[in-house]
């Protein structure tokens, strides 16, 4: 594993700066400071490849957007089981909605992390629960079907969050721990992000309006690759808020150096889209297997049953994966531009070494932040749904699932930067122990959670 020090220096190449390693005694505010770029010409290809296809992907489905939406006005006058005024309104509101929501939560979460865990992890469960029963009141084969989800959803929230509850404290002090202080101009960046997102999600809403006016077969087609491109241009934007966040607090806490908040934004653009467009599409689906493979070894416990009897292979498979994908491989992206699978590899190792792994899958932050952006979903969910519901019940089903996704996706990216403080924290630590950056919350955890495992043992 290469020893991320090594990629930096005092010296100037190719127009860009590197940053000391050694800590100043005085650290300085580093205003030009720029990320080493050391690429094959392989990869600098398949950079560049990824960066193609990544932009192509948008342009391709802009312009099916603005074609399903011309189509859908130049029809309008002849379809009578769609109506515009009724359709867009509830899901452009969702999407201002969102934003306001998703902007009002991180505040919270920067002013008070305590109240803002414990809302998170009890408001999903009851939100989720609500949106369920409006979806039983729409009536319809999918709000139905909807419905039986969100309430199940809902009841495994409340377990967990009844489970988790003991964490609470240790997740409460090392958010506040690692984002104190935010990084200058965090408010604007997330401004920045969330307008993005709201733009973008109003052109998709655009797009998915005018297939759902039409009746042809290829329009349900259509609205899932319109869906599938809001889903990674969402996480896109979410991760490019991470990686220039983690970028900053890393560096502070590796080398107590500070850098400033647009340049690393410039440099995340310029220099590491690729490897954030990859992880992108990676992070999601690993941390579904991740999950799935934590449930099932759940349930499974120490049975022999065959309905069990490969949970700990599938367990195996989705750790392997999560060592070659994580959310935790984004801080050395952003600090040393690597390439998003080797950045996984290397922290993970580091974890490893450093005798963290126990705590990083005990960490309750990725819970924290998608609970809130279920809570923001359901926000949404509910007020679109209601409204669709009171003007045009044939399509409430639809307006409120997709009102959720949107609400979903923007509280996330509002959530990003609490989100690579922690990381970037622990990556830190994990490099360096003994630093004098950390105080004792993570060495206190380590032994409390030793203490838990060997009465476990004993028992």
Known sequence: MRNPKESFSTSSMQ???????QPPTNPIKLQEARIPIRTTAAGKFFRWSVRIVF?????LVTILIIFLTIRSLLSAADNHHFRPKKWFPPLLTSAACAGIVGFTWQGITSCNPSKAIKAAFWL??????????????????????????????????????CWVNPRFEYATTVLSVSTAPPPAKTTFLVILSI???????????????GATASTTGLDPLFISIILLSLAWTMHVIKNIVLVTI????????????????????????????????????????????????????????????????????????????????NRWGFVHVGAFNQGFMQASIDTWEMFKMAGLETLINSDLTGAF??????????????????????IQESHATQVSIYAFLIGYFMCRIAMAWPQACLSAYYVAYAENPQSH?????????????????AWREQS
Request: net charge positive.
């Open 195 to 209: 307008l993005a997102s709201i733009l973008y999600s109003c052109l998709s809403i655009s797009g998915i309006g």
């Open 437 to 453: 950056q950390f105080d004792s919350t993570i060495p206190v955890r380590i032994q409390e959670l030793r203490r838990r495992q």
């Open 55 to 59: 932009f192509s992907h948008l342009i």
């Open 246 to 325: 983690a970028r900053v607090k890393y560096m502070h806490f590796a080398c107590g150096a500070y850098i400033d908040t647009r340049v690393a934004f410039h440099d995340t653009l310029r220099y590491c889209m690729p490897s954030v467009c990859i992880g992108s599409a990676l992070v999601p689906i690993l941390g579904v297997i991740q999950g799935s493979a934590r449930a099932m070894k759940l349930l499974a416990g120490d049975t022999d049953e065959f309905l069990f009897s490969c949970a700990d292979c599938y367990s195996g498979i989705a750790s392997a994966g999560v060592a070659y994908g």
């Open 369 to 390: 932040c998608f609970l809130s952006g279920v809570a923001g979903g359901a926000i949404c969910s509910l007020l679109s749904g209601i409204w669709a519901l009171a």
């Open 124 to 161: 999903s469960p009851l939100l989720t629960c609500a949106v369920g029963i409006v979806f039983f009141l729409i009536g319809s084969t999918g709000g139905i079907a909807a419905g039986v989800v969100a309430l199940i959803s809902a009841l495994i929230q409340s377990l967990y969050g």
């Open 15 to 21: 127009g860009v700066h590197h940053i000391q390693t």
